[in-house]
């Protein structure tokens, strides 16, 4: 069964870039790969999604190599606001949703 | 539209009692989500149904969780009896489109079972 793995924290500085991976071997083959940013207190806010190669919008990029054993997930600049913990969510071969552990990204002035 | 919507916000109960969350999807969505989260184990996908129809019900942890959706506006997620270990965040989620399509969470209803 897929198994997703994704670093557990991160720490920038204003104005960087930053690439967070998650690694998911086994996924189905005809889903999108999800990513998304969690707040304290909220729900998951949808950020990025993307099938192969390299998708953008206003607010990040998602990487996704031809294989889709893995995903990155880039924010540009990232600011203060930016500190959350990030999620990568794919379906494994079997159809199941498997939401990724969770990377904990800390942006600091 | 108000996004996806939970109630309650905060739920204390005791050990034995039973535990009624009710979520409100966004309006045309088609798909609708059930996950817990808890520090252990993350986020888990419990449930999920599709045109009010439970299409994937192997996450539901045993027999003393149930869900329904009666229609297309309104889910229920029941724990009856509640137990101590079933204290955590759960999520409702809504999407046009099924399997990792864009999500939309509730703001969640944080459980706790004394």
């Known amino acids: 069964l897929a198994k997703t793995t994704q670093p557990i924290s991160m720490d920038s500085y204003e104005g960087q870039e930053v690439n967070i991976t998650c690694s998911h071997n086994n996924i189905a083959t005809n889903d999108y790969i999800t990513w998304y940013q969690q707040f304290p207190s909220q729900g998951p806010r949808f950020i990025i999604q993307g099938y192969k190669t390299k998708v953008t919008n206003e607010v990040a990029s998602l990487f996704i190599p031809a294989d889709r054993k893995s995903s990155t997930l880039s924010l540009p600049r990232v600011s203060l606001s930016d500190t959350a913990v990030y999620y990568c969510?794919?379906?494994?071969?079997?159809?199941?949703?498997?939401f990724g552990s969770g990377t904990r990204l800390l942006v600091r002035p | 539209d108000a996004g996806v919507i939970q109630s309650p916000r905060h739920e204390v109960t005791e050990m034995g009692q039973e535990v009624t969350l009710r979520c409100k999807p966004i309006s045309g969505h088609d798909y609708l989500f059930w996950y817990r989260q808890t520090m252990m184990r993350g986020l888990e996908l419990l449930i999920y149904?599709?045109?009010?129809?439970?299409?994937?019900d192997s996450g539901m942890p045993e027999d003393r969780f149930s869900a329904k959706m009666p229609n297309a506006s309104f889910s229920t997620l029941k724990i009856q009896p509640s137990e101590p270990r079933d204290s955590a965040v759960y999520f409702c989620a809504s999407s046009f489109g099924g399997g990792a399509y864009e999500q939309y969470f509730g703001p969640g209803t944080r459980l706790t079972v004394t």
């Open positions: 149904f599709n045109n009010n129809v439970p299409i994937d």
């Open positions: 969510l794919v379906e494994n071969s079997s159809y199941k949703l498997i």
